[in-house]
């Protein structure tokens, strides 16, 4: 059941680090959908490696590059109650520019 007040498509300019991917138009489907699950679509749409090449697993992570930052600002999966966040607790609207970084988990 989607519930949003959004009439016309729910795009995102997305950049993903490591990548050819620069300014892709994303069109999300519920932007009330968890920020996990949407990393793990956009990850699955652009066909992105979970393993780098020495075989250590990678962590996706959604971030807003904001206004006078040179670094995104992290979406957080949960806020401290457990409740798991979605881009309209950030205030993200269609058009934001979003980042989707890289973090290799060390073995």
């Keep these: 059941m989607e519930n949003n007040?959004?009439?016309?498509?729910?795009?995102?300019?997305?950049?993903?680090?490591?990548s050819s991917f620069e300014e892709v138009e994303v069109k999300v489907e519920d932007p009330n959908r968890n920020i996990r699950d949407l990393i793990n679509n956009i990850v699955r749409e652009f066909?992105?490696?979970?393993m780098d090449n020495g075989g250590a697993p990678i962590e996706y992570m959604l971030g807003?590059?904001?206004?006078?930052?040179?670094?995104?600002?992290i979406f957080h999966f949960e806020d401290e109650d457990g409740y798991?966040?979605?881009?309209?607790?950030?205030?993200?609207?269609?058009?934001?520019?979003?980042?989707?970084?890289r973090?290799?988990?060390?073995?």
């Design 47 to 50: 066909e992105l490696p979970k």
């Design 64 to 73: 807003q590059v904001l206004p006078d930052e040179e670094e995104p600002k």
């Design 5 to 18: 007040d959004y009439e016309d498509d729910f795009i995102i300019n997305l950049s993903i680090e490591g």
């Design 103 to 107: 973090n290799i988990i060390a073995g």
């Design 84 to 101: 798991e966040l979605c881009l309209l607790d950030y205030d993200v609207k269609p058009g934001d520019h979003l980042s989707l970084v």
